[in-house]
């Protein structure tokens, strides 16, 4: 059975069950970047069609979300993210992926939301088949989050990231993502919500900018926290004719503790 096929099977199913009560609150928190909240993260992309004409790939991201609160030795709350990922190519091959590590930092938070910035980690694993770059890289996170509750149904983050391994060569990463996120709350734990992640390329001088929609529920089963998700992309922009022209995400998300 093939990868996506066993997440669109997921995803139905967390729709087709009745949640034990409204989750609206949950659904606040499941969306927020900076909620200080235990999650394990299972999504798969599937990469339909790249602009050069190959079907069916596929990039199945773990990752680990683990949150610290400010106490007497460190002054700021902060959430620890480690990702990595499992990618089948168009061409048949697998690989793991790069590791990222990224440490947001919120220095402090306010009654429309909070702001927050922090170090990225990428940590090579020199898989074949250019999976992944052979390149430890370094870089910095900056974002803003409004999430105040008086705005009811309305949600909106905005994260910059850039990442350089400060090396020559066509392995040199130097690149700058901008990742905003819109939601809408509906209600009972249901949402929609936009968040192309926007790339540019400095040493290689190209751009890749696609457009997407998340429909999204979080839900509680037998005590457990859930956000599941699908979500189309399209990419409407892409220089280098490398990157997906169609694909769908399918994510669920599991709240460990909060």
């Not at 509750?149 to 130097?174: C, V």
């Amino acid at each position: 059975m093939k990868l996506y096929t066993i997440f669109i099977l997921c995803f139905l199913l967390s729709f087709s069950v009745k949640a034990q009560q409204d989750n609206e609150e949950l659904a606040r928190k499941a969306t927020d970047p900076t909620s200080l909240i235990w999650q394990l993260q299972l999504e798969d992309y599937w990469k339909i069609r790249s602009n050069q004409g190959d079907r069916n790939a596929n990039d199945l991201r773990i990752r680990a979300v683990i949150p610290f609160e400010k106490s007497r030795f460190y002054p700021f709350e902060h959430l620890l993210r480690i990702t990595t990922k499992w990618q089948i190519q168009y061409n048949g091959h697998q690989n793991l992926s790069d590791t990222e590590i990224f440490d947001l930092i919120i220095p402090r938070r306010y009654k429309w939301g909070a702001y927050s910035l922090g170090p990225i980690i990428q940590l090579p694993t020199y898989a074949p088949d250019n999976t992944a770059k052979a390149n430890f890289a370094v870089g910095l996170a900056v974002g803003i989050s409004f999430n105040n509750p008086d705005a009811k149904h309305w949600q909106l983050d905005i994260l910059m990231r850039y990442l350089d391994s400060f090396n020559t060569g066509e392995d040199r990463i130097s690149i700058f993502k901008l990742q905003p996120s819109l939601t809408y709350h509906i209600r009972n734990g249901y949402y929609l919500e936009t968040e192309p992640v926007v790339s540019y390329d400095f040493y290689n001088d190209s751009y890749y900018i696609p457009i997407n929609l998340r429909f999204g529920r979080a839900f509680t089963i037998q005590k457990q926290k859930i956000n599941a998700y699908i979500e189309p992309e399209y990419g409407i922009w892409d220089s280098t004719n490398t990157n997906p022209q169609w694909g769908i995400r399918f994510g669920w998300r599991f709240i460990l503790y909060r």
